[in-house]
């Protein structure tokens, strides 16, 4: 089956720059168990309209994204968070999880040689609604003790997630180009029985 998978670039995010044509990907809200990071990221520019910030603030600039692309795959992010979000995630990963759920919208651009301009190639009309992957008996989410060095300011770190769905179905938006668009589902619908 085939995978959605892109390495992002990290400097580019921060520091959009129209000459230089490399993939980027933003979490623009989430919210772990009921606790929501802040969008504390309010400058970062829009690959699609470089004069202007993105509309949605930013929470995390991501530097990886992997989905198998199959209904019921775990989505992988890994980016960036600014000094309070990290200190959020580390409280979150020191206490006790009862609660699982996570909400969240995110957005990767892609540059079309053809087009020649930016577009979005996976994005949300909608925030998805996931549960926090386990790997054994340990949570699938993680943040670094110690900054990044990629960008030196603002102060960031390293946070990584696994996210699965919640048994029903959402849909998300994949491109292959600025004029090729498909939507996708994710998760399958339970009913209560």
């Not at 089956?1 to 990290?10: K, Y």
């Not at 003790?145 to 179905?169: A, H, M, R, W």
């Amino acid at each position: 089956m085939p995978q959605f998978s892109r390495n992002l670039d990290v400097y580019q995010g921060f520091n959009f720059k129209k000459d230089k044509q490399t993939p980027v990907g933003y979490i623009t809200a989430v919210t772990i168990g009921g606790v929501a990071l802040t969008a504390d990221q309010e400058t970062i520019k829009d690959p699609e309209n470089p004069e202007q910030a993105i509309a949605d603030k930013v929470v995390a600039v991501l530097n990886h994204y992997l989905w198998e692309t199959g209904i019921t795959d775990a989505m992988y992010f890994s980016g960036q968070v600014s000094t309070a979000n990290k200190q959020k995630i580390a409280e979150m990963l020191l206490g006790k999880f009862s609660n699982i759920e996570v909400v969240f919208k995110y957005v990767v651009y892609e540059y079309d040689p053809l087009g020649k301009k930016y577009f979005k190639s996976n994005f949300l009309d909608a925030e998805l609604k996931g549960l926090l992957e386990k790997n054994g008996d340990d949570l699938n989410m993680a943040v670094a003790d110690n900054p990044s060095s990629e960008v030196q300011s603002p102060k960031n770190y390293t946070f990584q997630i696994g996210i699965k769905p919640q048994t029903l179905e959402q849909s998300l938006n994949l491109a292959t180009s600025s004029t090729k668009k498909l939507a996708k589902k994710w998760g399958v619908t339970e009913t209560a029985g």
